[in-house]
Structure formats: C-alpha cells, structure tokens
C-alpha cells in the first residue's frame, strides 16, 4: 500500500525554521516527482514546491521562494521542506504529495497530477 | 502564473441531484488539468486527471470536460458521500495552481 507519512510540525516563532519530512513507502520513490502543498486553516490548497526524481529539477511558488528548501533523500525514501524566516502567514497544514505518472495521447506525462497524499503536519507560526 | 477560477464557491443541493462545477483558467492549459475532493479533517482524494480521465476507483457517476481554458465537472446524482469540498488543479506549467475550491452542500 502506497503511503506518505509527514512529521515535523508544530509551534514556532516568527522568524523560526523548521524541518518537514515525508516519509514514503509501498512504492519506490526514486520513480517518482513530489510535491509540498499546503492549506491555511478553512483556506484553499497551494502548491509550495516541486522536486523532480533524481532531484536535479525544483521549482517553488513565489510565496516560498528563497525561504523554503525542498529536497529528498531516495535512499531514505523521504522528501524534506526546510522552511526557514517563518511568517505567521506561513500557519497551515503541509502535504506531501506524489505526482503521478500517466499517459495521454500516447504521451507518457509525469508529475500529471498527484494521486497520494499524506495526513499532514500542523505548522503553527505565532509568538 | 495561471489563475484557475472555480464557480460556484458555494453549491446547495439534493441527493440525486445533478451538478455541475466550472473551473477556468487565465491561460490555456491544454488537457493537463485535474479534479480534487476534500472531505473535513482528510487529504484531498483525485478524481479526474487530463481534465476527463477518471482515477481508478472513483464511480462513474463522476466525470469530467474541456480543454483548453474552461473545464466542468459533473456529477450526474449525487450521494451523501458526495458533500464535500471539490478543487480544480492546473500541471500544465510551473508554478502549478488550485482552483480556490467549491463547498458542496446538502440543501
């Protein structure tokens, strides 16, 4: 059974990093893109980051960008979100997420959308 | 970056009922598009990906149109299981975007 598995969340100051880790198993996740998103509480879902396989292609979203770091560990199985200069804004619950691949008009398409998710982790910035 | 504009935000309906959600992006996306459903407190579940191609598993009640700038998703009679929160998503360029969401309602 495919499973993602955050942890690292919780309570931190403005101004504070931390360190989120996905642990992946049931598939093998050097086959596969991956993805941080997050959702502010009762908010909308915003995608924060994109890594690709071997880890040689990123991108962020603006509201991250040069604060966040994402990365992955194939050997260990596991995606990472170093967040440092939290805002409060930055209060939400965290996903990893794995871009699926898929084919359409005989095109193979990776990362075409994302088909498991973990539980989330809580991030609460706040003095 | 690509704005993907759902309506309606808010959907008050019946069990049985036939519904219909719109998603429509600033930009041409191709087909690289999908359907999301989020229940309270559970990670969103896909439902539809390349804009018409339903995930293994989710019933055929749901299904899904367009290309290019304007996608629906219909479901053709509801269920109770079917309340929920639905999002529209974009993967056809970086950086990748939700529809700001549709909460579906028992009327």
């Known amino acids: 059974e495919v499973q993602l598995v955050e942890s690292g969340g919780g309570l931190v100051q403005p101004g504070g990093s931390l360190r989120l880790s996905c642990a992946a198993s049931g598939f093998t996740l050097d086959t596969y893109e991956m993805n941080w998103v997050r959702q502010t509480p009762g908010k909308g879902l915003e995608w924060l980051s994109y890594?690709?396989?071997?880890?040689?292609?990123?991108y962020y979203a603006d509201s991250v960008k040069a604060r966040f770091t994402i990365s992955r560990d194939n050997a260990k199985n596991s995606l990472y979100l170093q967040m440092n200069s939290l805002r409060a804004e930055d209060t939400a619950v965290y996903y990893c997420?794995?871009?699926?691949?898929?084919?359409?008009?005989?095109?193979?398409?990776?990362?075409?959308?994302?088909?498991?998710w973990g539980h989330g982790t809580l991030v609460t910035v706040s003095s | 970056d690509i704005q993907l504009t759902q309506s309606p935000s808010f959907l008050s309906a019946s069990v049985g009922d036939r519904v219909t959600i719109t998603c429509r992006a600033s930009?041409?996306?191709?087909?690289?598009f999908a359907w999301y459903q989020q229940k309270p407190g559970k990670a969103p579940k896909v439902l539809i990906y390349t804009a018409s191609t339903l995930q293994s598993g989710v019933p055929s009640r749901f299904s899904g149109s367009g290309s290019g700038t304007e996608f629906t998703l219909t479901i053709s009679s509801l269920q109770p299981e079917d309340f929920a929160t639905y999002y529209c998503?974009?993967?056809?360029?970086?950086?990748?975007?939700f529809g700001q969401g549709t909460k579906l309602e028992i009327k």
């Open positions: 997420a794995r871009g699926a691949i898929s084919t359409f008009g005989g095109v193979i398409l990776t990362n075409s959308f994302f088909d498991s």
């Open positions: 998503q974009q993967v056809n360029t970086y950086p990748l975007t």
């Open positions: 890594i690709s396989s071997r880890g040689t292609t990123i």
């Open positions: 930009q041409g996306i191709h087909n690289y």
